[in-house]
């Protein structure tokens, strides 16, 4: 691994155990804090000794990117979960599932992962597989699940992922 | 309210009990414990709230973690046979970024 | 100025617990539907999306039910970590159960499955 900018996600990763360990404690006695403390340490030492501190240990370059996004898949979701509670409360079985090969024009892992996460997350579709750029994806409708449908949210999922002008 | 919102989640979880013992296969049984996980996780939360102790998050909390690790190890064990094999894809090594 | 605040402040603190127990009992019945649909479905990929309604519109609004009839900022900071948990896990673990029944040669059923062309059923 390339030890580029260390201290910076160092940095990233104490912030982010800090809080957590503040916001799960919620006391703030000395012997409760000297025990965070103790714990953040070790936490960033294990880390350290794990190599993953890098760029995805600390994602803070990519928060508005997400922020941005999780919006939009938020709608997705919701608009996703009515077919399928539809699906599932009407008297009679009307379902078309089908396997849909998917062709993803993200480029970095975290990139295919935010797409395939964003897939999986919203009923109706799950990623069954994912081989370099496609991905196999089963979908309970057949003809809500054309490979034209998931164009948005890949190119969504990209610029979030890697910004805008990264890939394709 | 919050009373019949979480009898409504002990209903779902007994549903899927019942998933879990019928399930034809092995992954019907994996997805049912799954989810009654999840349901686990929120029904905890709701029953901190039904009993005026917010403080059941903590357990619910260490509950989503255990739930998700359970299910990856119950999963990895069935298809290597052991906990001890490296998870890496059957296509070649990697296969994450290799276009 | 500031009475309206208050006024603001006080139909709030009166508003959220109705609300949010409301709210949860819809996260309630949604997850009680995911399991119908898992029981009803006819085989394990149907019955992934079924179960992944209580993946996410139950515990969205479960969560959200309970934020807002939390007690304090810390019961928030907890909620907030357990819907991070969850949105992060459960396409994994949801994800992981697909693939290994596909690997393992498990072949999901495809086409239409129970269709009737009535048309009452079209316009529901």
């Not at chain 1, 941005?68 to 078309?96: G, H, S």
Request: aromatic residues 8%.
């Amino acid at each position: 691994m390339e030890r580029g900018a260390p201290v910076a996600y160092f940095l990233g990763l104490l912030v982010a155990l800090v809080g957590f360990w503040l916001g799960m404690s919620g006391h703030f006695s000395p012997l409760l804090l000297s025990l965070g403390a103790l714990s953040v340490a070790v936490c960033l030492i294990l880390a350290y000794r794990l190599d993953i501190i890098d760029r995805e240990g600390a994602p803070y370059v990519r928060i508005l990117g997400y922020a941005m996004y999780f919006p939009w898949l938020m709608k997705e979701i919701v608009k996703a979960n009515i077919t399928v509670i539809r699906a599932c409360v009407k008297a009679d079985l009307d379902i078309a599932p089908a396997l849909v090969k998917v062709k993803t024009t993200c480029r970095t892992d975290l990139a295919k992962v935010t797409f395939a996460n964003s897939i999986t997350l919203t009923p109706g579709t799950v990623t069954v597989e994912v081989e370099g750029d496609k991905m196999l994806v089963h979908a309970l409708y057949e003809q809500e699940a054309q490979p034209e449908a998931f164009e948005d949210m890949d190119r969504r999922s990209r610029i979030a992922a890697d910004g805008k002008g990264a890939g394709a | 309210m919050t009373a019949a919102a979480l009898i409504a989640l002990l209903i779902g979880m007994l549903l899927l009990l019942i998933r879990a013992i019928a399930g034809p296969t092995l992954y019907d049984r994996v997805l049912a414990v799954n989810s009654f996980g999840t349901k686990t996780v929120l029904a905890l939360g709701l029953l901190g709230f039904v009993m005026g102790r917010p403080e059941f998050l903590d357990i619910a909390i260490l509950y989503a973690l255990i739930n998700f690790v359970a299910t990856i190890a119950i999963l990895k064990f069935f298809r290597y046979r052991s906990f001890q094999v490296p998870l890496v894809r059957r296509g070649g090594p990697g296969g994450g970024n290799n276009g | 100025m500031g009475d309206l605040i208050a006024n603001i402040a006080d139909f709030w603190g009166m508003a959220r617990f109705p609300l949010g127990a409301a709210l949860c009992l819809g996260g309630g019945i949604l997850c009680l539907i995911g399991s119908v649909g898992v029981l009803r479905f006819p085989d394990f990929y149907t019955r992934l999306h079924a179960a992944s309604i209580t993946d996410t519109a139950g515990a969205i609004l479960i969560l959200l039910g309970m934020g807002l009839m939390a007690p304090g900022w810390l019961v928030v900071s907890k909620l907030v970590a357990i819907f991070v948990f969850l949105f992060l896990t459960g396409p994994a673990s949801s994800h992981a159960a697909a693939n290994a029944a596909h690997t393992a040669g498990l072949q999901p059923m495809i086409g239409p499955i129970g269709q009737r062309s009535d048309d009452d059923e079209e316009a529901a």
